[in-house]
Structure formats: C-alpha cells, structure tokens
Antibody
Framework: QVKLVQSGDEVKKPGASVKVSCKTS????????ISWLRQAPGQGLEWMGWISGDDSYRGVGQRFQGRLSMTADTSTSTAYMELRSLRFDDTGVYFC?????????????????WGQGTLVTVSS | SYVLTQPPSVSVAPGQTARITCGGD??????LHWYQQKPGQAPVLVVYDDKDRPSGIPERFSGSNSGNTATLAISRVEGGDEADYYCQVWDTSSDHPVFGGGTKLTVL
C-alpha cells in the first residue's frame, strides 16, 4: 500500500521559514516524483513545485521562485519542502503528492496518492 | 497561462446522476484528472487520463473529455459523494499543472 505521511502542524512568525517532511512507503521512491501543493483556507488547490525521486531535478512554480526549496532523501524515501520568508497569506494546508514523472518532467502527470496535509499558520 | 473553469456548485438528489464540467481551451487534447476532496481530508484521485478509474473507485464515477469541455459524471449519487471536486491538467507551455477552481457537490 502506497502511503505518504507528513510532519505535524506548524505555527510560524512572518519572515520565518517552515520545513515540512513527507515520508513515503510502499513503492520505489526513485521512480516517481513528489509534488508539493497547498490550499489556503476555504480556497482551491495550488501547485508549488516538484522534485524527482532521485533528487536530480526540480521544477518550481513562478509564485514560489526564490522562496521554495525541495530535497529528496533516497536513503529514507522522504521528501522535504522548505518555504522561506513566510507571509500571512502563506497560511494554509500543505500537501505532498506522488507524481508520475520521468527524471526531468511531470508532463501530463496525475497526483496519487496525497499526504494527509500539514497546517502551516503564519501569525505574529 | 492555461485556465480551467468549473461551476462553483452542483446539487443533485440521491440516486440521480451528477455531472460536473471543466472547461478549457482545447481541453480535449490534454490528459485530464479529477480529484474528490471531503472536508478536512486530502484530495483523492477518482478519474485519471480523462476516463480511467484508480483501483477502489466505484464504477459510478466516470469521465469524458472532448473539445473544450471535460465532464465527471457520478451516477446513483449517495450522501457520501458530497465533496469538492477538482479537475487538473498539465499545462505544457508553463510546464506546470493547473487546477480548476473546484465544484462543491451537494446531495439534496
């Protein structure tokens, strides 16, 4: 059974950074990508970026250029996402999801399954 | 950038068929995926590549995609189908995925 389990909820101050982990199991980690997505309260889904399972390639959404870092630890089959310079409007639930990607592209990819989500609250 | 348009809400009586649309320019040329999200839960893939169902998804869920409109149909709707539904494609021009705004399905 494929599972993605994320780290716990976080509360951060504006300007700080947050790092979320996504531990996977049930499949060969290096054969798939991991995407990070988020959902602001009461809003829809927004894709942030993706990383290949072998940690060799990343794609970052334009809105997150310069603020988003992603890593993939193949020894523990765990992906990490760090978002820097947090703002109030970064508050929301952050998800990881397995993507059906080649080593350099996720074109056409679906996301399945998803992690349970991590609530990040940015508050002063 | 590529835009997907969904109706904000759809209502249907139990036992009837719900149809949720997703519009986009020549969307029929793209692989389209549908997700179901219940309150407080992560999204779940219910249809992929226009019309295929992942294992464990009931046959009541079906998809189609042609021209400028894709449709998710849920037959014999049950109360447990109440959720937000999102469509998604990959925009090759920007090389990132695009989601529709979501449709809230209400079972009357």
């Amino acid at each position: 059974q494929v599972k993605l389990v994320q780290s716990g909820d976080e509360v951060k101050k504006p300007g700080a950074s947050v790092k979320v982990s996504c531990k996977t199991s049930g499949y060969t980690f290096t054969r798939f990508g991991i995407s990070w997505l988020r959902q602001a309260p009461g809003q829809g889904l927004e894709w942030m970026g993706w990383i290949s399972g072998d940690d060799s390639y990343r794609g970052v959404g334009q809105r997150f250029q310069g603020r988003l870092s992603m890593t993939a630890d193949t020894s523990t089959s765990t992906a990490y996402m760090e978002l820097r310079s947090l703002r109030f409007d970064d508050t929301g639930v952050y998800f990881c999801a397995r993507g059906y990607c080649s080593s350099t592209s996720c074109s056409g990819s679906k996301f399945d399954p998803w992690g349970q989500g991590t609530l990040v609250t940015v508050s002063s | 950038s590529y835009v997907l348009t969904q109706p904000p809400s759809v209502s249907v009586a139990p036992g009837q068929t719900a149809r949720i649309t997703c519009g986009g320019d020549s969307i029929g040329r793209k692989s389209l995926h549908w997700y179901q999200q219940k309150p407080g839960q992560a999204p779940v893939l219910v249809v992929y590549d226009d019309k295929d169902r992942p294992s464990g998804i009931p046959e009541r869920f079906s998809g189609s995609n042609s021209g400028n409109t894709a449709t998710l149909a849920i037959s014999r709707v049950e109360g447990g189908d109440e959720a937000d539904y999102y469509c998604q494609v990959w925009d090759t021009s920007s090389d990132h995925p695009v989601f529709g705004g979501g449709t809230k399905l209400t079972v009357l």
